[in-house]
């Protein structure tokens, strides 16, 4: 008789959240059972009185659920300077365009749909939700346990109105006390610091949470090959290409998120207050081209929030849990660009009456106060039927200013989301089976600042907009090894205070703006064998979306030197990917993967166009945006070599991108200079740690190959750099 597998379920808690297991089987209410959070993503194995018992990580559960999910473990990169959108990148279907080195601003793609369509979240809770200086590209890799990547379809329990998908930070589960402190340094003046642990008073119960982390870079990496007019080239002058250092890329952040509270108490399983602080300070180099060379506009800004959370499990009844999420967060930040001058790569510059970022002088000041409420009820009717409800409020207040004309906004707008959904999740023929309906529903509150039409009297306007979705997602074993499953979401995501009411200086407000909305599909399989010492897992899929009513950026009418956002077309996407993970024991690890998304504009008449003429782009690829690329990494490791309880491991990886068009293909050909070209971009690392990996010390290269590496918009990104990095862990 073959044994059963034993699923371990669990509730996670850190950094002021709790969320619950996303919908993976055993259902939407994840049972109350913690989670086995010190193994990896190989299932372990036990042996008792002749059974043998496997218990599988929540990463695999995840995998073979019946959503399209990648799960990872970060612990492999535990060790690295990686930061989260560097272990992303490397991940299937997923692709991070940078344009710069350390902190700079960046476009996140999954499955060929980027932007704001992508939400991210820290243990279930919006990232916004600690302010505007919080980011994947400033996250260090040591502060989340397992990384969370949603495709497309999204499980109730996120109340979120993302269109492609979402990416969910899991952080350290561990009940018992521990400290994991990092500190790196390397190249371009890089500093990363970063600190999470757990303390326990034995007397009274009260524990106490701490995360945090420092970044600072000069990002004085060279440019290489710039064009640059030359007086003493030729008889006359002429263009001529230079490597240059970039010089004003100057980047710092930090974060403190604390929280102090109790477990396993009678009137709560869960309750904890906490509060943060973020903040981010940044210089300007470029736009959103290498030729705009900013040399002295900046942008900064800081966050506060406070929190507060609840949890109870069996709620009246068995089988009923509660969990409660509520914070707010002063988030604000400022965008000064006073300078009147014109930078070149050289660092010289001529005056202006402009600034360097628009048309006038500006001293920005953006402040969006949030306040955010979750509730979440689940219900376990029997090992069958389940019930998840879920319900989201998330209101933003915009005040947007120049200094330079006047002192306040005095009509701020305001947008409330209200997002609820319902799921019931089957665990059919013994768990071999499992189906999860889900319905949503969207409302949005709009309060927006309005001049009435002749009498230039300025008013508060307010709308009430209401939207619904649907979905299913459905698993079936075919064997303990080998599954198959299948999704889809009518989705909606709902527009952002920065994109209805501008952003104070180059944008302009659009009370007009419409929600973006798609038809998401994903179809996958998944195979896992573990023969001894060999273990092997696989998983494919084809995916598919049809969105409308896209919202991009583009110049006003009016007035060239600004824009706004508007809806301006519809996308349709077909995709492929693949990965497959070999382990030999704890020696080996292989890891390689492939996407390929055929992105196309699915506008066929130009938005506001009577002539009928067909749009020029119908049917090109979205320019700007991969669509084949890859990852390969190798790790080995042993234990031992060099003493008693070390490890020394070696890492390898390297990601590919093929080439793609950098505007539209009807504009151009494979063969002209307007295109991104093929890229092998190689990473190396090698670590020692002492002590069952309580002392480690890591030295790593990045790009050891110095290839010319570009991204968004073809900006240059850092050539080869060395870091090394210390790290304390202590359980």
Known sequence: MRPKNFIITGTFVLLGTVTQAQQAPPAATSGGRRANSQKSFTDTTVVLKGATVTSKTHTRELKESGFAVNAIETKVYANTTADMNTVLNRTTGVKVREQGGVGSDFNFSINGLSGKAIRFFIDGIPMEVMGSSMTLNNIPVNLAERIEVYKGVLPV??????????????????????????????????????????????????????????????????????????????????????????????????????????????????????????????????????ENVYGAATRNGDAFNATLRYKKADLFTKGLELSVFASHTADKYQVTDTAGYRYFWDGTSVKTNQGELSSIKTLTHISRPRNFARVNLSYNINTVHSLNLNYTFDQVKNHNYNELLTDKDHNPGKIGKHILGLAYQQNLLEGRWTNTFFGKYYGMDLSQPQTLSGTGTVTTASDFQSYTGYGLATRFKITDELGVKASYEKAY????????????????????????????????????????????????????????????????MSNAKVSRYENTSKVRVNGLEAELQYDYKDLLHVNVNGSYQNAINNTKYPVGSNSGTVEATYKNKIPNMPWLFGNAAV?????????????????????????????????????????????????????YSLQNGKYNISAECKNFADALAYDNFGLQKPGRSLFVKFRYFLK
């Open 493 to 556: 995501r709902l527009q952002e205070v920065g994109e209805m009411f501008g952003n104070g200086y180059d944008q302009i407000a659009n009370p007009k703006l419409r929600p973006e909305n798609s038809n998401n599909f994903n179809v996958g399989a998944y195979y896992g064998l573990q023969k001894g010492p060999h273990r092997f897992f696989a998983e494919g899929g084809w995916y598919f979306r049809d969105a409308a009513d896209f919202i991009y950026s583009v110049v006003y």
């Open 635 to 687: 790790s080995i490791g042993k234990n031992n070599l060099l003493g008693k309880d070390t490890r020394l491991q070696l890492n390898w990886d390297m990601q590919y991108v093929h080439w793609f068009y950098l505007t539209w293909e009807s504009y151009g050909s494979k063969y002209s200079n307007n295109k991104i070209p093929d890229q092998y971009i190689q990473n190396v690392s090698l670590t």
């Open 157 to 290: 329990s996120l109340g979120a109105d993302a269109l492609g998908g979402a990416v969910n930070l899991v952080t350290n589960q561990q009940v018992k006390n521990y400290l994991d402190a990092s500190y790196s340094f390397g190249s371009f003046n890089t500093h990363r610091a970063a600190i999470t642990g757990q303390a326990t008073h034995q007397k009274t119960g009260i524990i106490t949470r701490l995360s945090a982390f420092y970044n600072y870079s000069d990002n004085n990496y060279k440019m290489k090959g710039i064009e640059i007019w030359d007086e003493k080239a030729g008889e006359y002058g002429d263009y001529v290409k230079k490597d240059f250092r970039r010089f004003h890329d100057l980047y710092r952040s930090a974060m403190v998120q604390g929280e102090i509270g109790v477990l396993h108490k009678k009137w709560a399983d869960v309750f904890f207050v906490g509060a943060g602080y973020s903040a981010t300070d940044k210089e300007l180099q470029t736009g959103t081209n290498q």
